[in-house]
């Protein structure tokens, strides 16, 4: 499975984002997704996944600012941060994991395929 980010961009605080995760070369159905991000200087850290099993999984860290849905029928997952701050800027990555190691969906060691990224800055 190939996995494309797209939605990074500059945006100010209290904006809201939305970024998608296309897939090509397989099917997100019966997969995993998660969102991940890094900061600069920061390890890479999962923010909330996605299973159609048992829905979103959010990391402590998630204040319900951020949302993560699939859109099957395009095979791409979305994830809408809302009300940004300058500490969200980061790049944010999907991967997927097999359904097997969906209770790690948030630990980067499971991943099973990375996308390349996508920069979100943060700033007045």
């Known amino acids: 499975v190939h996995l494309v980010e797209s939605g990074g961009g500059l945006v100010q605080p209290g904006d809201s984002l939305r970024l998608s995760c296309g897939a090509s070369?397989?099917?997100?159905?019966?997969?995993?997704v998660t969102w991940f991000r890094q900061a600069p200087g920061k390890e890479r850290e999962g923010i909330q996944c996605i299973d159609t099993r048992h829905g979103t999984i959010s990391a402590d860290s998630v204040q319900g600012r951020f949302a993560t849905s699939r859109d099957d029928a395009e095979n791409t997952v979305v994830l809408r941060i809302d009300n940004l701050k300058p500490d969200d800027t980061a790049v944010y990555y999907c991967?997927?994991?097999?359904?097997?190691?969906?209770?790690?969906?948030?630990?980067?060691?499971?991943?099973?395929?990375w996308g390349q990224g996508t920069q979100v800055t943060v700033s007045s």
């Open positions: 991967a997927v994991f097999p359904q097997k190691f969906v209770e790690r969906c948030l630990d980067s060691a499971y991943v099973q395929f």
């Open positions: 070369g397989g099917s997100l159905d019966n997969l995993v």
